[in-house]
């Protein structure tokens, strides 16, 4: 996991404890305010409990004092728990409150590891990282519609748009179960509303539910922040973009002035994958129509490093545009 990220969980835990130790004395000051004979019950306990380890370090074998503090103890405690039912003051208000009682807001259990609420805190950050809103929360393969895409041959392709999704899924699937051993990186091709960025999401979400760190980007908003790092307008530069373990670049290729991005464009790709870090392009053009806009270097690259899917049939968003105004 980014040690960017770990480093904020772990201020969050501390901070945490410290407003939990924080509610605890205000607790504790509010009873002792509403009924001062708690807090001198409170006294006597360390009184006599300090009394008491003097006595058994003095003689260990002292078996009476350790009966008396024992009985004295039961005392104040019943005339303890009398005064809280009486005031109405929780039976543990001296006691800390913690957010996650399994590991006690420390974020680890002892012999396991980290803790269910650090996971899930983690992933929090990496959603809210990545660019994708609620986009991530409602796209997944479990909510992968395969009824969108037809039976039926289309001219030019050997499979039915629906035997070529089942594949492009099956192939994604594994493409996010064996992330982190070497392989190419993803370029998404075809027209607009067949579910390239839908299949982007399903990975990403897959990505960084097992904690790895993802950017979703479009292409336009990309060249903008390389301008505004050139000319000094990013106080945080643009590490992140070489240094997340994945990049999501949406409609590449709609963006003007291609030629003059094509060396910042490349330069990325490069370093990324010379890094063994992945990326996933989304883009309506061909390897042809990316070879016009750009360069036959760039498209090269393309080629050697990323496996070309190639999305065809009806458009989705039509199709589901259809369906709504025929119910």
Same mark, same amino acid.
């Given at each position: ?13 501390? *901070? ?55 009985? @004295? ?10 005064? #809280? ?13 913690? @957010? ?27 959603? *809210? ?56 990186? #993803? ?8 579910? @390239? ?43 992140? #973009? ?24 490349? *330069? ?21 129509? #990316?070879? @016009? ?35």
């Amino acid at each position: 996991m980014d040690s960017e990220i770990l480093d904020i969980i772990v201020r969050e835990y501390e *901070e945490q404890m410290k407003e939990n130790i924080k509610k605890r004395d205000i607790s504790i000051k509010k009873a002792y305010e509403s009924v001062p004979e708690i807090k001198e019950i409170d006294k006597q306990f360390s009184v006599i409990g300090s009394n008491t380890l003097k006595k058994i370090f003095k003689d260990p074998d002292n078996i009476n004092a350790k009966k008396e503090m024992k009985d @004295k103890f039961s005392i104040l405690s019943q005339r303890k728990k009398e005064l #809280l039912l009486k005031n109405n003051i929780p039976l543990d208000y001296d006691k800390i409150k913690y @957010k996650c009682d399994i590991c006690k807001d420390s974020g680890y259990i002892e012999g396991v590891g980290r803790c269910s609420c650090f996971k899930q805190r983690m992933i929090d950050i990496l959603y *809210e990282r990545s660019n994708m809103g609620d986009l991530i929360k409602r796209q997944s393969f479990n909510s992968f519609n395969d009824n969108f895409y037809s039976k039926s041959k289309v001219k030019g392709y050997d499979n039915t748009p629906y035997d070529n999704m089942e594949k492009i899924k099956d192939f994604c699937m594994e493409f996010c179960k064996s992330f982190d051993k070497p392989s190419k990186s #993803l370029m998404f091709y075809g027209d607009t509303g067949l579910g @390239k960025t839908f299949m982007s999401s399903c990975i990403a979400k897959e990505i960084m539910d097992k904690g790895y760190t993802v950017i979703y980007i479009r292409a336009i908003r990309l060249f903008k922040i390389f301008d505004d790092d050139r000319f000094g307008r990013l106080d945080d530069g643009i590490k992140w #973009l070489y240094n997340c373990d994945l990049l999501i670049i949406d409609d590449l290729g709609t963006e003007i002035n291609t030629k003059n991005n094509t060396p910042y464009l490349l *330069e990325l790709i490069n370093e990324r994958i010379d890094n063994g870090k992945k990326m996933i392009i989304n883009t309506n053009n061909n390897i042809d129509g #990316l070879e @016009k806009l750009y360069t036959k270097r760039f498209t090269s690259r393309l080629m050697e490093s990323f496996d070309v899917m190639t999305f065809y049939g009806d458009d989705i968003r039509r199709q589901k545009l259809f369906r709504k105004k025929r119910v």
